[in-house]
């Protein structure tokens, strides 16, 4: 996400980048909005040509949207 947003798309974030809405955790058979939010974040911090403050505020961002 940071690599679109700063022009610097690495080829080591594509996975992140792609995938990043498709993570939704669910609980009882309802989306669980916190769950889903820690495991994007889990997931935008395998792309190490990021910082943790941008990682963080995408998450903050977009964490619990649901498509």
Same mark, same amino acid.
């Given at each position: 996400?940071?690599?679109?947003?700063?022009? &610097? &798309?690495?080829?080591?974030?594509?996975?992140?980048?792609?995938?990043?809405?498709?993570?939704?955790?669910? *609980?009882?058979?309802?989306?669980?909005?916190?769950?889903?939010?820690?495991?994007?974040?889990?997931?935008?911090?395998?792309?190490?040509?990021?910082?943790?403050?941008?990682?963080?505020?995408?998450? *903050?961002?977009?964490?619990?949207?649901?498509?």
């Amino acid at each position: 996400m940071y690599g679109l947003v700063q022009g &610097n &798309n690495s080829q080591e974030c594509q996975d992140a980048i792609h995938s990043y809405f498709d993570v939704v955790s669910y *609980r009882h058979g309802h989306p669980d909005l916190n769950q889903t939010a820690k495991d994007r974040l889990s997931l935008t911090r395998q792309c190490k040509s990021t910082s943790d403050e941008f990682t963080s505020m995408i998450d *903050r961002t977009f964490g619990s949207v649901i498509k």
